[in-house]
């Protein structure tokens, strides 16, 4: 499974991005996919989760109300549209898969808001 991050940048407090991951390789395989991030000198957070079928949807208490998880299988594409960004959101944001054996990473996309 591969994963490819985009759609990070620099935001104003207050703003909004759409982060999209596209997933590759054995798709079939996946269970769950996730957004996680890290800011510098923080642990990584995970952010929000959608299952196979989009059908089920967790998020960060940080996070809700303001981030949305979706995901298009038909696109093999995953999403996560992030509303009302605070100077705290600013991190890398990485999209994971979790398959029945192995978690896998995308490299990241840096989200910066700035205050």
């Known amino acids: 499974v591969q994963l490819v991050e985009s759609g990070g940048g620099l935001v104003h407090t207050g703003g909004s991005l759409r982060l999209s991951c596209v997933v590759s390789g054995s798709t079939e395989s996946i269970v769950t996919l996730s957004w996680n991030r890290q800011a510098p000198g923080k642990q990584r957070e995970l952010v929000a989760a959608i299952s196979s079928g989009g059908g089920s949807t967790h998020y960060a208490d940080s996070v809700k109300g303001r981030f949305t998880i979706s995901r298009d299988n038909a696109k093999n594409m995953m999403y996560l549209h992030m509303n009302i960004l605070r100077p705290e959101d600013t991190a890398v944001y990485c999209c994971?898969?979790?398959?029945?054996?192995?978690?896998?990473w995308g490299q990241g996309t840096q989200v910066t808001v700035s205050s």
């Open positions: 994971t898969a979790q398959t029945v054996g192995r978690l896998y």
